[in-house]
């Protein structure tokens, strides 16, 4: 592969993860697998990366314009964050990227070393992209760029819509604009 390729296929992932031992092995699967990676032990970590725990304390303008300042500075393309975590934990997190308007399309995917299906769902119900089981494998590992592409695709659409300003179709039929079809006038 060539350097431009690597560099513009490379996905920033922001991994949370209160156990060392597990912030360690997913940063290593993340790594192998060319995404670059920052990891945080917690889910106030992880909010003080991504900006939000300013707008947690007070929801004043200025604090709102640190948090667009800082998304653009990180760009991070996914999250992945352990379901249970002391003080916030990785629902909460969940919810709170979700609640965010700067931060809502990201991706979120959980990871949990209980299998409970009552969790599972309510994560996905809140926007989870997806919930992966400990400990974390390189398929598991796989399974994410799917995610990563389809962002990466809404933006590129986002930002292809924003340029293109075109009326809609409707909006420039007239009835003196149309043509004569020649086909219904020789019918008649």
Same mark, same amino acid.
Not at 58 to 85: A, G, L, P
Not at 112 to 134: M, Q, T, W, Y
């Given at each position: 592969?060539?350097?431009?390729?690597?560099?513009e @296929?490379?996905?920033?992932?922001?991994?949370?993860?209160?156990?060392?031992?597990?912030?360690?092995?997913? +940063?290593?699967?993340? *790594?192998?697998?060319?995404?670059?990676?920052?990891?945080?032990?917690?889910?106030?970590?992880?909010?003080?990366?991504?900006?939000?725990?300013?707008?947690?304390?007070?929801?004043?303008?200025?604090?709102? =314009?640190?948090?667009?300042?800082?998304?653009?500075e990180?760009?991070?393309? @996914? #999250?992945?964050?352990?379901?249970c975590?002391?003080g916030?934990?990785?629902?909460?997190?969940?919810?709170? #990227?979700?609640?965010?308007?700067v931060?809502?399309?990201?991706?979120?995917? #959980? @990871?949990?070393?209980?299998?409970?299906?009552?969790?599972?769902?309510?994560?996905?119900?809140?926007?989870? +992209?997806?919930?992966?089981l400990?400990?974390?494998?390189?398929?598991d590992?796989?399974?994410?760029?799917?995610?990563?592409?389809?962002?990466?695709? *809404?933006? *590129? +659409?986002?930002?292809? =819509?924003?340029?293109?300003?075109?009326?809609?179709?409707? +909006?420039?039929?007239?009835?003196?604009?149309?043509?004569?079809?020649?086909n219904?006038d020789?019918?008649?």
């Amino acid at each position: 592969m060539s350097g431009g390729v690597t560099t513009e @296929m490379k996905f920033h992932v922001l991994a949370v993860d209160d156990s060392i031992i597990d912030r360690k092995l997913i +940063e290593r699967l993340l *790594k192998t697998s060319s995404y670059q990676v920052t990891v945080v032990e917690s889910g106030v970590k992880a909010l003080e990366y991504l900006g939000l725990l300013d707008d947690e304390k007070s929801n004043t303008k200025s604090d709102t =314009n640190s948090t667009t300042w800082n998304q653009n500075e990180i760009q991070v393309n @996914m #999250i992945i964050t352990d379901y249970c975590m002391p003080g916030i934990t990785g629902y909460d997190l969940l919810r709170k #990227i979700k609640e965010s308007t700067v931060l809502k399309d990201i991706p979120v995917v #959980i @990871m949990s070393s209980e299998n409970v299906p009552s969790r599972i769902n309510s994560c996905l119900e809140h926007g989870a +992209e997806d919930f992966f089981l400990k400990p974390v494998q390189q398929s598991d590992v796989n399974k994410l760029r799917p995610h990563l592409m389809r962002e990466k695709e *809404k933006g *590129k +659409e986002n930002q292809f =819509n924003s340029i293109n300003k075109r009326k809609p179709i409707e +909006e420039c039929l007239s009835p003196d604009r149309t043509r004569i079809r020649f086909n219904n006038d020789l019918v008649a």
